[in-house]
């Protein structure tokens, strides 16, 4: 996004799930307000992405999507030692997605999570 506030938040949203995981007492707050910057910036599909990602953590406790399968991912390692990190992982890189909204990628993954996360 291009609001300087709705970015430092998503730096703020980062940082927490770096020191704390999925702690969804400040992370629901957080992503509410990140919303609110995109509905005023008029961005649907970041609106629509950060509602379902907080209604799925508040249903939840966790983020049950999986990261993106962009690159290979070495299916032979023992993928339970992962499990925990997982969710963090890959809401981590939803928040991140929002940041660079001119990115075709970007946006095309945010569809994708969209789509996951309608179907979850």
Request: charged share 35%.
């Amino acid at each position: 996004m291009e609001n300087k506030k709705a970015n430092k938040l998503i730096d703020k949203i980062l940082k927490n799930l770096d020191k704390t995981g999925i702690n969804t007492d400040t992370l629901i707050d957080d992503l509410k307000e990140l919303r609110t910057y995109a509905l005023e910036a008029q961005v649907p599909l970041v609106v629509k992405v950060l509602r379902l990602t907080y209604e799925h953590i508040e249903s939840t406790e966790s983020f049950m999507i999986p990261v993106l399968d962009d690159e290979p991912i070495d299916d032979d390692e023992d993928v339970e030692a992962n499990d925990d990190v997982a969710p963090v992982e890959s809401l981590k890189y939803v928040i991140a997605l929002m940041k660079n909204l001119k990115n075709k990628g970007n946006i095309s993954d945010l569809k994708e999570y969209r789509d996951l996360l309608n179907s979850y």
